[in-house]
């Protein structure tokens, strides 16, 4: 009898702790697509295109060390157009907020983007200055603003819900 009650109990708060609490679950929203294109519309993220940008490096220029690397990817939709994928990695400073529940972080990478000038010349590497700034409650954390060089560039939503942005050079 003894058995059959600590079964009944044990029964009952494993079903308990399985329960999903769907409100304290933090949405979190911070996968970025960059895509970089001419004043034409023209994707320069091609590789081994001639006039395009061959190869992409990030730098993390909050971090403790100068050579702190950020991962990212380079990802192509078709042969004319490819993006650069960034997810995380980068440090997130405290912005505003402290111990509130409304706070605001701050990223800041360094972009290296190396352009094919033709078969066997590459030009010297534009070194630009990606912002990148999230908003954090309980229930989201999200990217809220986007600078490049010191302009405020528009956040839009893919068809995945990821957040692209478009950088004109």
């Not at 999903?20 to 519309?41: L, R, V």
Request: hydrophobic share 35%.
């Amino acid at each position: 009898m003894k058995n059959l009650l600590f079964g009944i109990l044990f029964g009952c708060f494993a079903l308990m702790g399985c329960r999903s609490d769907e409100d304290s679950i933090q949405k979190i929203d911070q996968i970025m697509s960059f895509y970089i294109q001419d004043a034409n519309g023209k994707n320069l993220l091609i590789p081994n295109k001639i006039g395009s940008f061959t190869s992409v490096a990030m730098n993390d220029l909050l971090a403790t060390t100068d050579n702190a690397p950020v991962s990212n990817s380079l990802k192509s939709i078709s042969d004319s157009v490819s993006y650069i994928e960034y997810i995380a990695g980068a440090t997130r400073q405290l912005e505003s907020g402290g111990d509130s529940d409304n706070r605001m972080y701050r990223s800041q990478i360094r972009v290296a983007l190396t352009k094919k000038l033709t078969d066997t010349t590459f030009a010297e590497v534009d070194n630009d200055t990606l912002q990148i700034f999230y908003h954090w409650t309980p229930s989201v954390f999200e990217v809220s603003r986007v600078l490049y060089n010191k302009s405020e560039l528009p956040i839009n939503k893919d068809s995945e819900s990821r957040n692209v942005v478009k950088i004109t050079k």
